[in-house]
């Protein structure tokens, strides 16, 4: 027992260790990189294009119409500003250095933490999921190991696969008694499942996903009689890199066939209409790899989803946008059971706007400016042909974006685990 003690401390040292250091390493990685902003009616056209021209554009709003901000790299910035000055588009630089950027939002949060009641998650336990700061992978692991062994007869815990560097990818899977983890025939009254930290920037999403499950396990309810699948970070190495070295970093840590470009994107990796609405290019944010699963972390997934019983719901959680997005992400042709995914989604709005006030749109994943295949969702709806399969946008509308205060983690929280109810509420009926 000694011995593990020491190893565990050993471990959170090295991680404490790497996040100092990697502070630096992060403000470093972005230094002179721009965000800009951009609007007109000819946004999406000229996207198009200078995405053609530079791949290595990281647009950084999706679904939105009309205005979106872009991340421009400093070997970038030229052409990109060439290309805006021979468009009609409106644009301003809103970041003019995103390294000087984040420092001033670091000392802004670790001012603001300061105030807040300490929580617990070290080596002696991690009894809950944290409300004043992100968490690193290592707690998130603590946290699942604790809540499984606490919680035994209802509460099991399995790694699923490895990530491209070999950190383990954790199920969670919840069961309202132990009979159906001890016995695989018991027949099951339905699964949810539910992804987290897909996308490595993300954090609110791996975050979010933990507090709902933390409520699922610990205030059962009516709803509490279904099996629940999580996989609260499917992206353990990229959500490393962007914690310590990289924090704009979006995809997972493959080395590709470009040395300086890294990275598949895991949300266009997935086995149904690979390559419509992704890049070929390793160089962008959407390259969606090599071949369809060609990726551990989309495998490990792809593999346990495929194994659960009675696949009832599947939610993938991102962000940030605040929007309910259901398939088709491949086509704008509208889906056939439209109206139900609809009511789905908006009883998950409705909700999330009744405790705190934000609003969640909803509207077909390809609704913004781009298809985008090869995705969770699709992929769900069509192979395993699960009755509801959404993608879920988090917090918030832009103002932070990625950067999102952990000041908002209990918030956002608090929204997931209202707007889940319901829908499933929805969906029961």
Known sequence: MKMFVLMWLACFGSASHAATVGQVLTYRKLQGHQIVRISGDSLDTFLSEALKAIPSLDILHRHSVGETRARVAPTDKEAFHSLL?????????????????????????????????????????????????????????????????????????TSIGKSFEGRDIWMVHVSPDGSRISDS????????WIEGGLHAREWISPSSTLHLLHERVTACDSQCDLDYYFVPIANPDGYEYSRTTDRMWRKNRAVTTRSDCGGVDLNRNWDYKFGVGASSDPCSETYMGPAAFSEPETRALSNAMSKVDNLKLMITFHS??????????????????KEQLVRAGNAFADAAMRITGKSYAVENSAGGLYFASGATDDWAKKVLNAPYSFTIELRDSGMNGFILDA?????????????????ISEIRK
């Open 85 to 157: 000055a021979h468009s009609d588009l409106e644009h301003d630089v809103e970041v003019e250095d995103l390294s000087e950027y984040l420092r001033a939002h670091d000392l802004k949060q670790q001012r603001a933490a300061s105030a807040r009641l300490e929580e617990t998650c070290d080596e002696s336990g991690c009894p809950a999921p944290l409300k004043s700061s992100y968490m690193t992978f290592e707690q998130m692991e603590r946290y699942m190991m604790d809540l499984a062994s606490n919680n035994p007869a209802r509460v099991q815990l």
């Open 185 to 192: 025939d018991s027949a099951s009254p339905g699964s949810v």
């Open 320 to 337: 940030f946008g605040q929007a309910v997005l259901y398939p088709w992400g491949w086509t704008n042709e509208p889906i056939e059971d």
């Open 407 to 423: 000041s908002e983690i209990g918030p956002t929280a608090r929204e997931v685990v209202a707007g889940v109810s319901a829908l």
